[in-house]
């Protein structure tokens, strides 16, 4: 079976994915997303979660904020020595976002006017400040802000994803997350077809 296990810090990625993956990933590719709670929590079950997997086919993609992170080359390497550790290090992608998930919706505020309903933002995308909102040290805080305490994690995440611009290219989290997709996506689409 053709399958792509995303494996996540927390739940607003996976609400946030729920929207986005279905309107460009090849349905002959089935999708597991799991979440954790936390970084920790992530760092510490995920070579159990990679080495128990059945599936010998699988792909995996690792998505983790870089938070208050001062390197987030550091955090990357470390989850892709516990992905090598589980022997999973060939079929694993990590990708780090640049402090937080949200940077990605401040990359296209657009999308996130549009699922908000909170008019103004779109306006404000070429700003200075969200033009190159990977920069941001809180987006999560700018988020919630320029919303007047509208954004809430995981549900505007699942309100906002179906809306991302996948050409948008302002985040180099949301490239490199996408760009990681496809990847995977290529090479599970190149095994060969289940007997």
């Known amino acids: 079976m053709r399958e792509l ?8 990625a996976k609400a946030m994915l729920e929207g986005l993956l279905p309107r460009f990933l090849d349905d002959r590719i089935q999708v597991r997303l799991i979440t954790f709670e936390g970084k920790q929590d992530l760092e510490r079950q995920l070579p159990l979660r990679l080495r128990g997997y059945l599936n010998p086919s699988a792909r995996f993609l690792v998505l ?7 390197d987030c080359k550091l955090v990357k390497h470390r989850l892709v020595r516990l992905c090598e550790s589980a ?3 060939a079929e694993s ?3 780090i976002a640049c402090h937080e998930l949200e940077t990605i919706y401040l990359a296209d505020l657009r999308a996130t006017e549009s699922a908000l309903g ?9 700003t200075a400040r969200f033009r190159q909102p990977d920069r941001l040290e809180s987006p999560s805080y700018e988020l919630s802000k320029m919303t007047r305490g509208k ?6 995440s699942r309100l906002i994803g179906p809306f991302l611009d996948i050409a948008n290219e302002r985040s180099a989290t949301f490239k490199n997350l996408l760009d990681g997709i496809r990847r995977l996506e290529s090479e599970l689409l190149e095994l060969p077809d289940e007997a």
Not at 5 to 12: D, G, N
Not at 64 to 70: E, F, I, T, Y
């Open 64 to 70: 983790r904020d870089q938070d208050s992170a001062p």
């Open 118 to 126: 909170v008019s103004g933002l779109a306006k404000q995308q070429f």
């Open 5 to 12: 296990v995303f494996l996540l810090e927390e739940a607003s």
């Open 151 to 156: 954004y809430q994690k995981v549900g505007s």
């Open 93 to 95: 992608l990590v990708r």
């Open 87 to 89: 022997g999973r290090g």
